[in-house]
């Protein structure tokens, strides 16, 4: 259960990583930037549908 719970954060390091390679790339390669912003929207998105899947098989598991 607790790699879960680690993997859950990773996203957001991910999250983290993809913004600021969207802010360096933004003046050279726009193209980049874009797809760097799309990474951390899926990053995001991922993290919650994560939290939730998470929380949802804990409160299985105690039934």
Known sequence: MKLLKVLQYAYLFFLVLFIYDAFTSWNTDR???YMSLFFAALA???FFFRKKFRKRFEDRDKL
């Open 31 to 33: 193209n980049r930037a």
């Open 44 to 46: 995001l998105f991922m």
